[in-house]
């Protein structure tokens, strides 16, 4: 359900808005100049009680809260200016409940960035992001309607709080994304004080092409390459290397 209003004058008034969809509650406030260069003076969003959970089955469980409020750049240019419709300001998401995957709760604590929007192009940037335990993220990411990436930097990330299959890690290093119409790619490069991750992989219509996915402590060595088909099932065609290694050094096994 969904209720409206405006309140004010022909040349400026507020609008709001206020819904709520299964178990979350919601609210926007629009200050509007229709005869002005930029119309919209400011944007706020609000909600609370988000669920994943509620949304869809097999999301995880969260409580989520939103706030967001953006207005007009000043001296903006462009077509976007001309357009009346350049916006920045920040967004912030708070998680209430975080948790394991593996007992069904979501491993994010907060997200928090500023934003840009101009037209079709959204940038995030300042992107801080804090997981359970003491892992931090930071980074950025942009999307132009067709094209994106995002960059992360981590520090301190305990693999354990994510999954209770993992044993403690304390993760550091850098990951990149590309996606868009032509398809995706991701690079990712991490080290522990007891191992090293690295892993390269585009993804081009149907398959996967996993360039290169390598797993390496003292001495021990796991490296696949090849390709992967996506909807054909039991389509691949991978080469890998094992070398001393131990499955127990990075996972919880049964006694």
């Known amino acids: 359900r969904i209720t409206a209003s405006a309140a004010g004058t022909i040349e400026s008034f507020e609008i709001s808005a206020d819904g709520g969809w299964r178990g979350a509650a919601a609210s926007a406030r629009a200050e509007v100049l229709p005869f002005a260069p930029a119309p919209l003076r400011r944007l706020r969003l609000d909600a609370s009680g988000i669920d994943p959970a509620r949304i869809h089955a097999g999301l995880p469980r969260a409580a989520v809260s939103l706030h967001a409020e953006l207005e007009p750049i000043a001296g903006a240019s462009g ?36 934003l840009r929007w101009a037209g079709a192009r959204v940038d995030l940037e300042d992107v801080f992001l804090e997981i359970p335990g003491s892992g931090l993220a930071t980074g950025r990411a942009g999307w132009d309607g067709r094209n994106g990436s995002a960059e992360l930097a981590i520090r301190g990330l305990d693999l354990a709080r994510m999954h209770a299959r993992f044993k403690p890690t304390r993760l550091s290093g850098k990951a990149r994304a590309e996606f868009g119409e032509a398809g995706e790619a991701m690079t990712a490069e991490f080290a522990d004080p007891r191992f090293e991750l690295a892993f390269d992989a585009r993804r081009v219509e149907d398959r996967l092409r996993v360039q290169r996915a390598r797993l390496s402590a003292r001495g021990a060595e796991l490296s696949i390459e090849g390709t992967l088909g996506l909807k054909e099932p039991n389509a691949f065609d991978l080469a890998g290397r094992l070398k001393r290694f131990d499955p127990s050094a990075f996972l919880e096994m049964p006694a």
Do not use: I
């Not at 967004?91 to 995957?101: H, I, M, Q, V, Y």
């Open 79 to 114: 077509d976007s200016a001309r357009d009346g419709f350049e916006l920045a300001g920040s967004a912030e998401l708070l998680n209430r409940s975080p948790g394991p995957l593996d007992r069904g709760a979501l491993p994010l604590a907060r997200v928090r960035t500023s």
